[in-house]
């Protein structure tokens, strides 16, 4: 079963600095996805940005990347330039063709501060 | 841009009711989902739905949830005989192609059983 885990529960930022989020993966399977996606206190779901295992080229978009390590099943994202509106729970999920459901990390709640 | 939508946004209901959430997922997406967040803890996976039948389903979803695609717009979550540990956020998700293409989600609905 593959499992995610995200250990750091809370973190804050200044704003307009960067920060980085962990998260790690256990799997068996060498095709999969990962995704990190952003619940603000309106509770919607929204995909931030997704990296395919076979690319090792880490995703990009704006200003949130990804640092994707295979060997080492880790999976991190990158907010830089930090923003009031960055603020929100962010999770780390995982994909892939052996079961058609995402599976998400506990979350980490990420405060911008002004 | 095409959006999931899910009404209501809040259900409430009596322990032991049924109750219907509603979905109506992107026009040319094939995969259907629901998923379910408890109040501060991780989202977790309930079902996957393809061509008119459940293609996944996890543990928790069990013979008091149902699915339906009554019609060519509508995917429904039926719970039949509610329980106070129902209580969550249900967020339903649909995707153009399955595992390979990323899942967007609606806004959920927060269902209240009392």
């Known amino acids: 079963a593959q499992t995610v885990t995200q250990s750091q529960p809370e973190m804050s930022v200044q704003e307009a600095e960067t920060v980085t989020l962990s998260c790690t993966y256990d799997?068996?399977?060498?095709?999969?996805?990962l995704f990190w996606y952003k619940q603000p206190p309106s509770r919607q779901m929204i995909l931030v940005i997704r990296q395919e295992a076979y690319k090792q080229q880490n995703a990009t978009e704006n200003r949130f990347s990804v640092n994707f390590q295979k060997a080492a099943k880790s999976f991190s994202l990158k907010i830089s330039d930090s923003q009031l509106g960055d603020t929100a729970m962010y999770f780390c999920a995982f994909i892939n063709n052996a079961g058609n459901m995402l599976t998400f990390g506990g979350g980490t709640r990420l405060m911008v501060k002004p | 841009e095409p959006e999931v939508t899910q009404t209501p946004s809040h259900q409430v209901t009596q322990m032991g009711q049924e109750v219907i959430l509603r979905c109506v997922p992107i026009?040319?997406?094939?995969?259907f989902y629901w998923y379910r967040q408890i109040l501060g803890q991780k989202v977790e996976f309930l079902v996957s739905?393809?061509?008119?039948?459940?293609?996944?389903k996890s543990e928790i979803f069990d013979d008091q949830f149902s699915v339906e695609r009554p019609d060519g717009s509508n995917f429904t979550l039926k719970i039949r005989s509610t329980k106070l540990e129902d209580s969550a956020m249900y967020f339903c998700a649909s995707s153009p192609t399955g595992w390979d293409s990323p899942l967007h989600f609606g806004n959920g609905t927060r269902l209240t059983v009392t």
């Open positions: 799997t068996s399977e060498s095709n999969y996805y």
């Open positions: 026009s040319n997406h094939l995969y």
């Open positions: 739905f393809y061509n008119n039948e459940i293609s996944e």
